[in-house]
């Protein structure tokens, strides 16, 4: 079956009860019969005409299927839930702001009964965020921001009394982890904004940006991180799915995180409390 993208072509299939849901950047979310290819239905979105300002479009990673829905994180901001069976648009739910670039290319998950969603944006002026919805009602139960605001903690680290840029990017822009054992779940954060570290005050970390967070998946807050990459300034973010094992090291058994990026190493952590265990290449 050929799609109609043509860039940034980038979707994981999901099958479910017969049925495989692909969703395109450009705005449309097939379900396709798994057994014969036949199209069971299709729905498009409407996007606004300047929706290119968003760093989502044109790509889209995937959805999520949960109790007979489908959930997708659109370009423009939006958690749009459909009936699994029909495509019938059940609601709805804005997250942001795509004119600030953000949006949702990845796929959302399901934990606890609540849909994940990061956002995309680092390379524009969004302030990355996480998201925990409802997954029944649409309600936002609780938003975590990536980098800090004003006082907070971390703020120290973006050296904003040298330039007066405050933190932006860090945005989560990949799918979650979760480990229901702990009630934590895991996503890395992208590259800051300005990226250019100069411009942001040389020699500042920029928490909490290039890292992996560890949240409470009941109230959003930040347990631990790991900073893969302090200062980060050439694109090297750590934005990507994170895999969850248990391993026996030094005799001991351990509840690790693993986590591979685009510095050519990967990094394995202790995933209750973020204590670094040891790294290996990649490339």
Known sequence: YSFGDSDRWSPTPVVANGLMYVSEGSGRVTALDALTGDVVWEHERSFPRDISISMAYPRSRGVAVYEGRVYWGTADSFLVVLDAMSGEKLWEVKTGDYQEGSGHAHAPVIFDGKVILGSTGSDHRARGRISAIDAETGEIVWTTYTVPG???????????????????????????????????????????????????????????????LALDIKSGEIRWYFQVLPGESWDFDTAHESMLLDLTLDGQSRKVLVHTSKIGWGVVLDRVTGEFLYAFKTG
């Open 150 to 212: 004003i006082g907070e903690p971390g703020y120290e680290t973006w050296r904003t009394t040298v330039t007066g840029v405050l933190p932006l990017g860090g945005s989560p822009w990949h799918t979650a982890s979760y480990d229901p054992d702990l009630g934590l779940m895991y996503m890395g954060t992208g590259q800051p904004t300005p990226r250019n570290r100069v411009l942001r005050g040389d020699g500042g970390d920029a928490l909490y940006t290039s890292s992996i």
